[in-house]
């Protein structure tokens, strides 16, 4: 199975630029989805971006332009490249991952790291 640790979290002003970074390890044989989840205080958990099947993105339509989703050859590292951010970017972000072992469905999150956008 796979753990995820999330980084690269913090303080920004509105305007400024965050790349958030997901390493992953264990094992898997197959990924369906990687993404990126936001939660703000009151609000639902939302999906940001993802990646499915290795090549096909999506994105909230309110990031879109703004943020790129990417993950290195080996996939061993997902990453949220966040640019011009907004106070209503402020939020706990998870990165998630849908995958498959040994013919077992997997749904894994990792514990979250803070991004408040703030003058």
């Known amino acids: 199975q796979v753990q995820l640790v999330e980084s690269g979290g913090g303080l920004v002003q509105p305007g400024g630029s965050l790349r958030l970074s997901c390493a992953a390890s264990g094992r898997y044989s197959i990924i369906y989805t990687m993404g990126w989840y936001r939660q703000a205080p009151g609000k639902q958990r939302e999906l940001v971006a993802m990646?499915?099947?290795?090549?096909?993105?999506n994105y909230l339509d309110s990031v879109k332009g703004r943020f790129t989703i990417s993950s290195d050859n080996a996939e061993s590292t997902l990453y949220l490249q966040m640019n011009t951010l907004k106070p209503e970017d402020t939020a706990a972000y998870y990165c998630?991952?849908?995958?498959?072992?040994?013919?077992?469905?997997?749904?894994?999150w990792g514990q979250g790291t803070q991004v408040t956008v703030s003058s």
């Open positions: 990646i499915t099947n290795g090549d096909s993105t």
């Open positions: 998630n991952w849908k995958y498959i072992h040994l013919g077992v469905r997997y749904d894994t």
